[in-house]
T-cell receptor, first 115, second 113 residues
Framework: GAVVSQHPSRVICKSGTSVKIECRSLDFQATTMFWYRQFPKQSLMLMATSNEGSKATYEQGVEKDKFLINHASLTLSTLTVTSAHPEDSSFYIC???????????FGPGTRLLVL | GNSVTQMEGPVTLSEEAFLTINCTYTATGYPSLFWYVQYPGEGLQLLLKATKADDKGSNKGFEATYRKETTSFHLEKGSVQVSDSAVYFCALSNKAAGNKLTFGGGTRVLVKP
């Protein structure tokens, strides 16, 4: 149980375009979802936390107008990278946590390459 | 604030060798402790966890014991396999930080046949 999927698994786009990444909890209701960014050979950096039906809370230094997060249902959150640039190229990972739960369950990640 | 320190890798071992990855933490109160594993090109998978002092988490031959007196949560496996090659992350969460995960830097493990 506790499976989280992400789509797409990898995406290549041109500079200036926007990219949407979906994160779905398949067998549980994720009242809270988290979005992370991971650079090569580094640890995960938390970008934002979203609770279903509420605005996302962004970590310091993360541009909320650049990384739009929507958590419209208990099983789906989306991250949109707006006007992507090469420096946004990275591995983006989401996780979900059930209400009252402590454990985060992670998606398989989305590799974004901006040309 | 919370912090997690784990040994830097890479750790290179032969198959059937004993693996230890050290992890120590700083946190207020009584955090929950986790080990996650990341295989190449994939997201993180929960390997094991412990929620209170002296608890032992175990899974797939891996074990870690929550040691409050030494603020440690070292990961061990008695006999590694090539398929254990991955990056291992130690992490903690507590209410003081809104139950967000704080990760260590990760330790890359390479098991050679």
């Amino acid at each position: 149980g506790a499976v989280v999927s992400q789509h797409p698994s990898r995406v290549i786009c041109k500079s200036g375009t926007s990219v949407k990444i979906e994160c779905r909890s398949l067998d549980f209701q994720a009242t809270t979802m988290f979005w992370y960014r991971q650079f090569p050979k580094q640890s995960l950096m938390l970008m934002a936390t979203s609770n279903e039906g509420s605005k996302a809370t962004y970590e310091q230094g993360v541009e909320k107008d650049k990384f739009l997060i929507n958590h419209a249902s208990l099983t789906l959150s989306t991250l949109t990278v707006t006007s992507a640039h090469p420096e946004d190229s990275s591995f983006y990972i989401c996780s979900g946590r059930a209400r009252g739960g402590e454990t985060q369950y992670f998606g398989p990640g989305t590799r974004l390459l901006v040309l | 604030g919370n912090s997690v320190t784990q040994m830097e890798g890479p750790v290179t071992l032969s198959e059937e060798a004993f693996l230890t990855i050290n992890c120590t933490y700083t946190a207020t109160g009584y955090p929950s402790l986790f080990w996650y594993v990341q295989y190449p090109g994939e997201g993180l998978q929960l390997l094991l966890k412990a929620t209170k002092a002296d608890d032992k988490g175990s899974n797939k031959g891996f074990e870690a014991t929550y040691r409050k007196e030494t603020t440690s949560f070292h990961l061990e496996k008695g006999s590694v396999q090539v398929s254990d090659s991955a990056v291992y992350f130690c992490a903690l969460s507590n209410k003081a930080a809104g139950n967000k995960l704080t990760f260590g830097g990760g330790t890359r493990v390479l098991v050679k046949p």
